[in-house]
């Protein structure tokens, strides 16, 4: 195991750290759901449809 300072432990804990969050944050965006009206042939009727868009 290195021999760390107290610094050297801090900046490598927060480097590891930010190695494990930033592509859970880039990952985290918030989805758009659209809604559309469909014309339904076998209803003979309008329906909606819902989208999500990443």
């Known amino acids: 195991m290195p021999q760390l300072s ?3 432990f801090i ?3 927060l ?5 494990r ?3 859970v944050a880039l990952k985290a965006r ?3 759901v659209i809604l559309e009206l469909v014309y ?3 209803l003979g009727m309008m329906r909606a449809v819902e989208r999500v868009v990443r």
Do not use: C, I, S, W
């Open 6 to 8: 107290r610094r050297g």
């Open 11 to 13: 900046a490598a804990t």
């Open 15 to 19: 480097a590891t750290g930010a190695l």
């Open 21 to 23: 969050a930033v592509p």
């Open 30 to 32: 918030k989805p758009r």
């Open 40 to 42: 339904d042939r076998g």
